[in-house]
């Protein structure tokens, strides 16, 4: 049993197909990168703990979700119990930038009045040569969007990926204790675990479930 | 366990009509799969061959077409009105001269199905007849061709040109229509040099109803086919080249007339016919391969003989001694090893229509083998029934119940090849007009003879046996059992079985033998897969592709209904089935249905891979295997599905009931049994209720 942490995210990564979500998941959660992955099928489940403050443990539940438009409707169940997007597209194609507006308010939509915090993901930096789009238009997007933070990465070369999941991590947690992301009963995007001063890895409570 | 037998028939005029029409060559891949399909499900037949019967079989006296029906004849005398159609056909004037035979008039009717006669056909234009001392002729126009058509090569490939096909000449043709039968043997041997290729082909066929094998032989060997003695003037006129040609041509003659019906020979115990060939062979054709044919057949025949007279020291058993199921299953045994042999590309149209041109007499021996055994199994019931002319009719009547008996069974046994040889034999004339044997006949087991013969009509393109087929290839047991009782019975032994048994069915067989290479199945992959069939072991490539997408067509158009959006949350889409696999957990299991909805752990979080890839992603390929097979066994297929997912949670529900949201999800995306017999064990239990 683990009931060891102190907060609990849930996390869903979204895109267009090919994009790279699984990959990006399995070099974060597995640190490995396999070329010959095959597509998801409806969706993964992946756990990471995560100590980015002496004492303070994170648990993220990372969702991965088939990017094929056939399964939206089930990926939707998985929205509506996460805190956190990894937006991701394809730098190298230009249509799966431009599909990330309609992914962002989808979301929005499916979620409210439910808070989502958004982090923006130009996959596949490593294939430089190949881009089709600048950072400067992803930034100017992630900004017109109200996304913080977007990051060029590569599972395959290992660039940014555990720094992109972190800083999602990092902000929704300051996020949180800034007060802005209520908790509501029947959501199980973030959850308050053991509280942090109470803090005993020894002796783990029983989570109340759903709400603090 | 079950098999189907095909009869082939059907395939093979579809396969040539397919060749014919020159279209897409799925279709044709589908016809193949759909035939090793069925071979690999013959294995489930599991007979054991009974020598009592294997030896009545052999030692059955054989009637030949002739034989039986001047055997009907005398067992029921011709009526008025057949006799007058009889002298009729006397006064169209042909004159007796040679044959011995009642009949004066032969008739041969071109009726083939292949498709070069029927090109010809429509080029032809018939503008009369000659009459011969002896013969009547057909005259008529043929368009002949002077430049080559587009080969079949470039057909296939698409670059048929107009101009390749716009040449013709128009030829006057003669062809025998009728004649005696000193002059339809004579045409025969002009038939080989250049006009009349397919005559030979139907003289062997048909000629049986109107000579015996000893008459032609006569004919053909003494008068016609003579290369040394030069005893007749004809003879002599003949010149080197002329006698090669003859040479040829007798040779060819004899070597079909032995590949095709090398059972003419086969009359024991005296063999003339045969001795007199190999006499005749060993003259002319010394150290020939045509000889060496023919003293096989002696060979076979010197052993059998011996094997005959050893039987004859006991009694001969009689054939209504044999149970119905007896003779059902020993055909079936027969019919499934030689089916299962079928090498499927023969049965290809651009094979199977060639089997009757010059030279190619040795294409397809597998099928020619599954004809011969179904002409065996027709002789079989014919010369059952006829050959004691003493027989009462109420005696005879029970010969031909316990044929339809037979019929009943094999098609219970889903035996279709046996089934149609025994149904066409009782519907053959020397049969079908022994009005007074038929009358005795109980009504019951006429209504079946009906019942059973519609099976095979031709109405639709034969509509209802393909039906029968596809429906029944791919289940265990026949639907539409004609017998209640034994339907029962056999329910019964398959509810004792407990959960279905360890046998592959027929679909998963080749599906093991062709995603060997695969970990899991995957929804969205079928390319690769077909591309994984297209590179598996040699012998496997040239069928590989047809199976593989054969069996992915089958199981998906069972399994569609998942992966169409717009049925999603219909009574049949998948957000239903996995609604239904809480629902059953409810009633199975409320304590767990109650933990995993208080932990909010959705069906969609696991069952959506769970049940539309049939669980394929969650245990090892044979263990995938084993599930499949359990799920194309029962009757409501897919519902079981649903049972076999609750058994999952139920075997985990300690695990489950102790364990967090992030514990169980785990548990439920990597799931900890692997033991499917287990599994299955639990899904059948719930199943039965308890």
């Known amino acids: ?212 | 366990m079950q098999g189907t037998i095909p009869y082939l028939g059907t395939f093979l005029t579809d396969l040539v009509m397919m060749d014919t029409a020159m279209k897409d060559h799925l279709e044709e891949f589908e016809v193949i799969a759909q035939i090793k399909l069925l071979q690999s499900a013959c294995n489930n037949y599991n007979f054991v061959q009974d020598s009592l019967f294997v030896e009545w079989l052999s030692g059955l006296e054989r009637l030949s077409e002739a034989e039986s029906y001047s055997q009907s004849c005398e067992i029921e005398p011709l009526s008025e009105s057949a006799s007058n159609t009889l002298k009729a056909k006397k006064n169209t004037g042909i004159i007796k001269r040679w044959s011995d035979s009642d009949v004066e008039e032969i008739n041969i009717s071109f009726v083939s199905e292949s498709p070069d006669t029927t090109e010809k056909k429509s080029s032809t234009q018939e503008i009369g007849e000659e009459v011969e001392e002896g013969a009547v002729y057909t005259i008529t126009l043929r368009k002949v061709q002077v430049h080559q058509a587009a080969s079949k090569g470039q057909r296939w490939l698409g670059v048929e040109t107009e101009a390749a096909l716009s040449l013709y000449e128009t030829c006057k043709v003669r062809t025998i229509k009728a004649g005696t039968l000193e002059k339809l043997v004579e045409y025969l041997v002009s038939a080989f040099r250049g006009n009349d290729s397919t005559y030979v082909t139907i003289f062997l066929c048909t000629y049986r109803s109107f000579a015996s094998t000893k008459q032609v032989l006569d004919l053909l060997l003494n008068r016609y086919a003579k290369l040394h003695h030069h005893s007749s003037a004809e003879g002599s006129r003949l010149t080197g080249d002329d006698r090669t040609e003859l040479k040829n041509t007798i040779s060819s003659i004899l070597g079909a007339w032995l590949d095709q019906y090398s059972d003419d020979f086969w009359k024991p115990p005296e063999y003339g016919c045969l001795l007199q060939l190999i006499s005749y062979l060993h003259l002319n054709f010394p150290g020939s391969d045509l000889e060496r044919r023919a003293c096989n057949l002696l060979a076979q025949a010197c052993t059998f003989t011996m094997l005959e007279e050893n039987g004859y020291e006991e009694e001969r058993p009689d054939f209504l001694s044999f149970s119905q199921d007896v003779v059902a299953e020993q055909f079936t045994l027969l019919d499934a090893e030689l089916f299962k042999k079928v090498v499927p590309y023969q049965c290809l149209g651009s094979t199977w229509s060639q089997r009757d041109k010059k030279g190619k007499e040795h294409l397809a021996p597998t099928i020619r083998a599954t004809v011969t055994q179904f002409n065996n199994v027709t002789n079989c019931v014919i010369s059952t029934c006829l050959s004691d002319k003493t027989l009462k009719p109420t005696q005879r009547a029970k010969i031909l119940e316990r044929w339809i008996e037979v019929a009943r069974e094999c098609r219970i046994l889903k035996n279709f090849s046996s089934l149609r040889a025994i149904l066409s034999a009782l519907q053959c004339n020397s049969i079908h007009r022994l009005k007074k044997t038929w009358d005795e006949v109980s009504r019951e087991n006429f209504r079946i003879f009906h019942e059973l013969s519609e099976i095979f009509s031709d109405e639709n393109n034969h509509s209802l046996s393909r039906e029968l087929l596809i429906k029944e290839g791919t289940s265990k047991f026949a639907t539409l059992e004609i017998n209640p009782k034994r339907a029962q019975k056999r329910q019964q032994q398959q509810r004792e079985l407990g959960p279905p048994a360890t046998t592959l069915s027929d679909v998963t067989l080749p599906l093991l033998r062709e995603f060997p290479l695969s970990p899991a199945y995957r929804h969205g992959d079928a390319l690769n897969r077909y591309q994984i069939a297209e590179a598996i072991e040699l012998e496997y490539i040239e069928h590989a592709e047809a199976d593989t997408f054969f069996c992915f067509t089958s199981l998906m158009s069972e399994n569609r209904d998942n992966f169409i959006k717009s049925l999603d949350d219909s009574q049949c889409g998948i957000t239903y089935k996995m609604e239904s696999v809480y629902a059953t957990l409810k009633q199975k299991d409320a304590e767990l249905y109650l933990k995993l909805q208080e932990q909010n752990i959705k069906p969609q979080y696991f069952t959506f891979r769970w049940l539309t890839l049939l669980l394929s992603q969650e245990f090892l390929l044979p263990d995938v295997i084993r599930i499949w097979d359990s799920l194309f066994s029962d009757q409501e297929r897919f519902d079981f599905l649903i049972l076999v997912c609750c058994a999952m949670l139920v075997l985990i529900r300690d695990q489950l009931l102790a364990g967090d949201f992030t514990v169980n999800m785990r548990l439920l995306q990597d799931y900890p049994i692997c033991d499917v017999h287990t599994i299955l064990k639990k899904a059948k239990d719930l199943q039965d209720g308890a």
């Open chain 1, 1 to 212: 049993m683990d009931f060891s942490w102190n907060y609990r995210f849930g996390i869903i990564i979204l895109g267009d197909s090919f994009v790279g979500k699984s990959s990006l998941l399995q070099r974060y959660t597995e640190g490995m990168f396999d070329k010959s992955r095959q597509s998801p099928l409806g969706i993964d489940f992946k756990v990471k703990h995560l100590e980015f403050e002496p004492g303070i443990l994170i648990k993220l539940l990372l969702w991965d979700t088939a990017g094929q438009e056939r399964f939206k409707s089930i990926s939707r169940s998985y929205m509506r119990n996460s805190v956190g997007c990894l937006l991701v597209f394809d730098l190298t194609k230009r249509q799966t930038f431009e599909r990330l507006r309609d992914w962002y308010n989808e979301v929005i939509d499916y979620v409210k009045p439910s808070k989502m915090v958004f982090i923006l993901i130009g996959h596949k930096c490593d294939l430089e040569e190949e881009q089709e789009v600048s950072k400067e238009e992803a930034e100017r997007l992630a900004k017109e969007l109200g996304i913080t933070h977007y990051v060029e990465a590569s599972a395959k070369d290992n660039l940014n990926v555990d720094s992109a999941f972190e800083s999602l991590t990092m902000e929704i947690y300051e996020l949180f204790h800034a007060g802005r992301i209520p908790i509501r009963e029947g959501w199980y995007g973030l959850s308050v675990g053991v509280p942090v001063d109470l803090y005993n890895p020894d002796e783990p409570k029983t989570e109340k479930s759903g709400c603090c």
